[in-house]
């Protein structure tokens, strides 16, 4: 049996990745503080043999005594919410968390797959966006901490590989909903599902003209499986390219739930990215991958989700 450790395990893409790799029969060691994940993403999953639970911040060192095949490194806030509140954490885990868990990887002899962002194209100015774009990113701005993060984590990762020869695989993953998703963790697709449900006006950020392409989890992690499966050890696009402007969204989320909320807007925040777009013809060429789920039906799934979360927490109407 071979064993995959991953960090961030507790998150939404963290669980449900730990989830397929228990299902491919992996051993799986969980690794997460908790700081924006949740112990209900992975409690039914701590009473099995095959999967154990750590926790611990890993910007700082750590060790594990058992052998280890694969190290997926996905700890880092997400939520663009998440890392202006958390930017020094963002910027530590994103250097310090990925040295830790590159040098856990060496002294395995393990494969290592980062977990990667489309934020490292920044505000793209090529469009759609392929693995060979190098990005237009203002490193000294608020999403500085995580772009630039992602950056030097991909640097550091390509630097193992070419120095100690290390097994490296980074996956670029473009926005990706579905359960587990935090309902108050400020990305778009929780936001706007839980102001359907409550029946609050939805909040469309600038006038909802910038873009991007919404990729439901489980076609992400069927592409994350099979890239560390790969021999490919460039980085690689992973997210749907069925690309819509956010008002778009807006108004199709109103009219798959019927919902009679209004659409308001807010201010768009610095340096958000005016359109994004998977190019993902490496995905199709070298992993025979691309994404399945229709979009109604993964929002159908996101939504559900929602609603039993909300209806726990007595705030549905
Ligand atoms: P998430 O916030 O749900 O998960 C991140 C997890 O990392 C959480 O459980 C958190 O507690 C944990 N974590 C953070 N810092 C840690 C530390 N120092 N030590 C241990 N654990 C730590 O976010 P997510 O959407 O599941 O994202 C997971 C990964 O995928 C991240 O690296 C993110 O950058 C990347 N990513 C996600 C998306 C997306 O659309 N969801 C897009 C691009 C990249
Ligand atoms: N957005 C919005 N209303 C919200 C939350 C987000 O209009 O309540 C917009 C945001 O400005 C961005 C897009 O939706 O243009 C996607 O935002 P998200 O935070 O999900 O992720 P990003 O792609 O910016 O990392």
Known sequence: MTTALVTGGAGFLGSHLCERLLAEGHRVICIDNFLTGARRNIEHLME???FRFIEHDVTIPFEVEEDVDYVLHFASPASPIDYLELPIQTLKVGSLGTHNALGLTKVKKARFLLA?????????????????????????????????????????????HRYHGLETRIVRIF??????????????????????????????FGDG???????????????????????????????????MTILQF?????????????????????DDPKTRQPDITQAKKHLGWEPRVPLDEGLGKTLDYFRQVLSEQQKLP
């Open 250 to 270: 807006a108004k199709h989320l109103l009219k798959l739930t019927d919902s009679q909320s209004e659409i308001i807007y807010k201010p768009l925040p610095v």
């Open 116 to 160: 990667s962002t489309s934020e490292v194209y920044g505000d793209p100015l090529i469009h759609p966006q392929p693995e060979t774009y190098w990005g237009n990113v203002n490193p000294v701005g608020p999403r500085g901490v995580y772009d630039e993060a992602k950056r030097f984590a991909e640097a550091m990762v390509m630097a193992y």
């Open 175 to 204: 926005n990706t909903y579905g359960p587990r998703m935090r309902p108050n963790d400020g990305r778009v697709v929780p936001a706007f599902s839980q102001q359907v449900l409550t029946h609050e006006s939805l909040t469309v």
């Open 48 to 50: 099995r043999e095959d």
């Open 209 to 243: 003209s910038q873009t991007r392409s919404f990729c439901y989890v489980d076609d992400l992690i069927e592409g994350i499986y099979r890239l560390l499966m790969s021999d490919r050890a460039e980085p690689t696009n992973i997210g749907n390219p069925h690309e």
